[in-house]
């Protein structure tokens, strides 16, 4: 298994950056590939970015192309989310997730979970 804690998250303004990490323990890190999901108020968890386990590939959903990127460290056994040009849409809660299977934007496809960190962006 392995535990998944994120930080990063606050209050940022539009046009601002923050930087997400999603610290694990456990079991050997680069096992897994790791995905980022966010949820709004009232809207469906959504999928954000995935990054395979050695970091080769990845993965984003449209509406954050050009301005997030998902990167890691599996010495660290971190992962990371930089969002730049943040936007007022792109407020929610922010959680990291681990799979043993393959690349996948499907949530059901993650066996572990942070807690999710807050993201707030203002206009």
């Known amino acids: 298994q392995v535990q998944l804690v994120e930080s990063g998250g606050g209050l940022v303004q539009a046009g601002g950056s923050l930087r997400l990490s999603c610290a694990a323990s456990g079991r050997t890190f680069g096992d897994y590939n790791m995905g980022w999901f966010r949820q709004a108020p009232g809207k469906e968890r959504e999928f954000v970015a995935t990054?395979?386990?050695?970091?080769?590939?990845?993965q984003y959903a449209d509406s954050v192309k050009g301005r997030f990127t998902i990167s890691r460290d599996n010495a660290k056994k971190t992962g990371y989310l930089q969002m730049n040009n943040l936007k007022p849409e792109d407020t929610a809660l922010y959680s990291c997730?681990?799979?043993?299977?393959?690349?996948?934007?499907?949530?059901?496809?993650?066996?572990?979970w942070g807690q999710g960190t807050q993201v707030t962006v203002s206009s």
């Open positions: 990054i395979s386990n050695f970091g080769i590939a990845t």
């Open positions: 997730a681990a799979t043993v299977r393959s690349l996948t934007t499907k949530s059901g496809e993650y066996a572990y």
